[in-house]
C-alpha cells in the first residue's frame, strides 16, 4: 500500500493528529492495520472496534493491540450483543476524531453517548450505506459534528468501486465456481461504478454481458460502452450467471427466478443480501443441497432446473474471495486518513457541526497525484501561459 505508505512519511512529520484521539470502527484487516499505524505515526491514540461481527483478522487484532498507541476492541464471531460493547468500550476514550464504515459508531455515539458530541471535531464514513444514514441524521437535525462521506470521492469511485470491486467480484465468482466465462450470458444488473466494471471485467473474460438498469442515463452510457440493455426479466431466460450491484432490493425476484434455465448462476455484489430474493428461492426449492462447492449452494426446482447461489447471496467478494485488492484499498484509505487530518486541522465552525460533507477536491488530487509517484508515472504541468488563457474569458478563436 505505497499511498498510505507516503502518508504515514508525511503524517510522521507534520503530526497533524499530534495529542488528539481517534475512535475507529473498521473492518479489522491488514489493511485497516497500515491505515492505523500511518494515523498513529501522526501523533493519533487509535482505539479500534471492528465494523461487522464476522469480519475480524484475529491476527491483525492481536498485532495491532501490541502497538503502544492502539487499543483493540475485536474478536471475529461475536454476538450482536458484544459487538455494541466493544464500541461503547472504544467510545469511553472520549474521542476528538472518529472513523466509522457503516454509521454504527456514530451512530450509538449520538444515542447512548450524547455527552461525547460536544468534544468530537468531526469524523469520517467510508461505505454509501453510512454515508445514506448520516444524511438522513443530518436532515433531521440529530449529528452533532462535520463528517465526511469518503464513499463518493472521485478516486474512490473509480479505483475502489469500478476496479477494485470489478475484479474482485469475478474473482471471488471465479474460487466459488471455477466456471468458464468465456461464450457465457452474463447479466449485470446495476451499471454504477461496481456494476460497470463487473460488466467490463467479464466481457473481458468472453463473456457475452447483458446490463440490466433502472435509470435511463446509466443505461445509454451502457449501450454507449457496448453492453446490451434488458429488462431482467426478458433476459433471464437466457441468463447463464447473474450478479447484482444495484443497492436495491429483490432485482432477482420469484418471477426470474422461474424463468432462469437449468445451471444458472447467481451472485450478488451489492451491500446487503436483499438483491437476490433468497427466501424465495428457497420456497420454491423441492431440494437444496448446501456446499457442492464452497461458497456454492444448489437450489433443485419442481420442474428439475437446479440453480446455483453463491455466499448466500451475499457480498461475493469479501465471502468467497479476500474483498478488494489492497490497492485498492490504498487509495480508499488515504483519502479517509487525510480527510481525517483535513478535520483534525480546519476550524470548520458551526455551521460545518451535523452537516455531511463532499470529500475536497484537493485531497482527490493529492491522493491521485501520489498513486501515479508510486507507479512512477509523471504528467504535463500547464504552463503559465495556459492557465492565463484558460482563465481568460476574453479569447475565442
Ligand atoms: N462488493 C463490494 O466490495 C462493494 C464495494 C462498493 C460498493 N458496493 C455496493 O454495491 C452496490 C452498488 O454500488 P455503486 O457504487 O455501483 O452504486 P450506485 O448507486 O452508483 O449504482 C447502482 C446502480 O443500480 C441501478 N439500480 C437500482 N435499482 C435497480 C434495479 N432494480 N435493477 C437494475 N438496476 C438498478 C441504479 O440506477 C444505479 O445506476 C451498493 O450496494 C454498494 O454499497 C459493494
Not at 470502527?25 to 472496534?49: D, I, N, W
Not at 475485536?74 to 469511553?92: F, K, P, T, W
Not at 497525484?369 to 504535463?380: C, V
Amino acid at each position: 500500500m505505497p499511498v498510505l505508505g507516503m502518508l504515514r512519511a508525511s503524517f510522521a512529520e507534520k503530526q497533524p493528529f499530534a495529542g488528539l484521539t481517534i475512535a475507529c470502527c473498521l473492518h479489522v484487516t491488514a489493511e485497516t492495520a497500515v491505515l492505523v499505524r500511518a494515523l498513529t505515526a501522526g501523533g493519533a491514540r487509535v482505539h479500534l472496534a471492528a465494523s461487522n461481527p464476522l469480519s475480524t483478522q484475529d491476527d491483525i487484532a492481536a498485532a495491532l493491540a501490541a502497538e503502544p498507541a492502539v487499543t483493540v476492541q475485536a474478536r471475529s464471531g461475536v454476538d450482536r450483543g458484544s459487538y455494541y460493547e466493544h464500541i461503547q468500550r472504544v467510545l469511553d476514550s472520549a474521542p476528538d476524531l472518529v472513523m466509522d464504515d457503516g454509521c454504527d459508531l456514530v451512530n450509538t455515539l449520538h444515542e447512548a453517548r450524547a455527552e461525547l458530541i460536544g468534544g468530537v471535531r468531526g469524523g469520517c464514513e467510508a461505505t454509501s450505506t453510512g454515508a445514506a444514514r448520516l444524511r438522513r441524521m443530518a436532515a433531521s437535525g440529530s449529528l452533532g459534528f462535520p463528517v465526511v462521506a469518503a464513499d463518493i470521492s472521485a478516486t474512490r469511485r473509480i479505483i475502489d468501486h469500478k476496479y477494485g470491486t470489478g475484479q474482485a467480484v469475478l474473482d471471488g465468482i471465479l474460487r466459488a465456481t471455477n466456471t468458464l466465462v468465456a461464450g457465457k450470458t452474463v447479466v449485470v444488473a446495476g451499471f454504477g461504478p461496481c456494476g460497470s466494471g463487473i460488466a467490463e471485467r467479464a466481457r473481458g473474460l468472453g463473456a457475452q454481458v447483458v446490463v440490466t438498469e433502472v435509470d435511463p442515463v446509466r443505461a445509454l452510457a451502457a449501450i454507449m460502452q457496448g453492453f446490451r440493455v434488458m429488462p431482467m426479466r426478458a433476459v433471464a431466460p437466457s441468463a447463464e450467471l447473474v450478479i447484482t450491484a444495484t443497492g436495491s432490493r429483490e432485482v432477482v425476484g420469484p418471477a426470474e427466478l422461474a424463468a432462469l434455465p437449468d445451471a444458472a448462476m447467481l451472485a450478488n455484489a451489492g451491500h446487503f443480501d436483499v438483491e437476490i430474493d433468497v427466501a424465495a428461492l428457497a420456497e420454491m426449492a423441492v431440494e437444496v443441497n448446501p456446499g457442492v462447492r464452497p461458497h456454492a449452494t444448489e437450489y433443485v426446482l419442481a420442474d428439475g432446473r437446479r440453480l446455483i447461489l453463491l455466499a448466500e447471496g451475499r457480498v461475493v467478494n469479501l465471502v468467497a474471495g479476500e474483498g478488494n485488492p489492497a490497492a485498492a484499498m490504498d487509495t480508499s484509505f488515504a483519502v479517509q486518513a487525510l480527510a481525517l487530518a483535513w478535520l483534525a486541522g480546519s476550524d470548520s465552525g458551526p455551521e460545518a457541526r451535523g452537516r455531511v460533507l463532499d470529500v475536497p477536491a484537493a485531497i482527490d488530487a493529492e491522493v491521485a497525484s501520489l498513486a501515479l509517484a508510486a507507479l512512477g508515472t509523471r504528467i504535463d504541468a500547464l504552463s503559465a501561459d495556459q492557465l492565463a488563457y484558460l482563465d481568460s474569458w476574453r479569447l475565442g478563436s
